[in-house]
């Protein structure tokens, strides 16, 4: 049961160890890209081309006949990762082994919908995979296997999370072969990754420069982040922490320098609008932007 990219690997790595697959559950078709054609998730595309059945509920809570169906596989475990719908109780217990979560944190911190994003922008120092047996809380099932990876200054939620998914795939075939005994989650240091939008990409200079690189390296590729430049949306892909003070916002230098509440950060990647993203020196080479100009 899974729906993006960070659920394929778990679902290839189950299908080539010889698990007998009874089901694929992915989220249903959807509009998407330009032409707005409709097109499966990524986990539908691949177990279509694994020749799996493939299940696409559009809701699963109040759905007896969903539940019903369910029960029928008579299955010895459910592998969810990043599925996208609430399993209800009648589906959480119908497996003899209970639905197993592959988690991109290690719990119970950042429990919830964006953990990879949440740990980069906190500057944690290491995040990892738990594989945990699903109850009907939000993350708060009992622990079986977890792993760290480490975030260092360069990690971005892209490369965390292709580091996470693999993981995750290893990690789920360990589950499966070894039952290791329950672990109840610790009691104290649970906290919560929200689900994210546009909105949150928006930068805000008078907050200090290392939280604006976090942040900047914890939404790439999505939700991105951007500022506004003479009332034009600039996208800044990448960037790296300066020295330089001023207002907040205020751009110090002829290399795109700008001034947070503490410290500067400059912007290394850039994009705007209906262009490709470019260095930010070749950018600033078509569209330079003074020192003084104030950026929001």
Known sequence: MGSPDFSV???KALHQAGHEIAA??????????????????????AAEKMGLSVRTPARLRKDTAEHDAFGALNLDAAVVVAYGLILPKPMLDAP?????????????????????????????????ITIMRMDEGLDTGPMLL??????????????????????????????????????PQPMDGATYAAKLSRDDGKLDFTQDAAALDRRIR????????????????????AATP???????????????????????????????????AMDAGAFLRGHPIPPGTVLS
Not at 24 to 45: E, I, T
């Open 9 to 11: 690997p778990a679902l």
């Open 24 to 45: 694929v559950y992915a989220q249903p078709p959807r509009p998407a890209g330009r032409g707005h054609a409709v097109k499966p998730c990524p986990v539908h595309a």
């Open 96 to 128: 003899k082994r209970g639905c197993l979560n592959i988690h991109a944190s290690l719990l119970p911190r950042w429990r919830g919908a964006a953990p990879i994003q949440a740990a980069i922008m906190a500057g944690d120092t290491e995040t990892g």
């Open 146 to 183: 977890r792993d760290t990876v480490p975030i260092t200054a360069d990690t971005t939620a892209s490369t965390l999370h292709d580091a996470l998914a693999d993981m995750g795939a290893s990690l789920i075939l360990r589950a499966l072969a070894e039952d290791p005994p329950e672990q």
């Open 218 to 237: 914890a939404l790439n590729p999505w939700p991105g982040t951007f500022c506004d430049f003479n009332g034009t949306v600039l996208k800044i892909l």
């Open 242 to 276: 300066a020295t330089g003070s001023g207002p907040p916002g205020t751009v110090l230098d002829n290399a795109l320098t700008i001034a947070c509440g503490i410290g500067a950060l400059r912007p290394t990647r850039v994009q705007a609008p209906g262009r490709a």
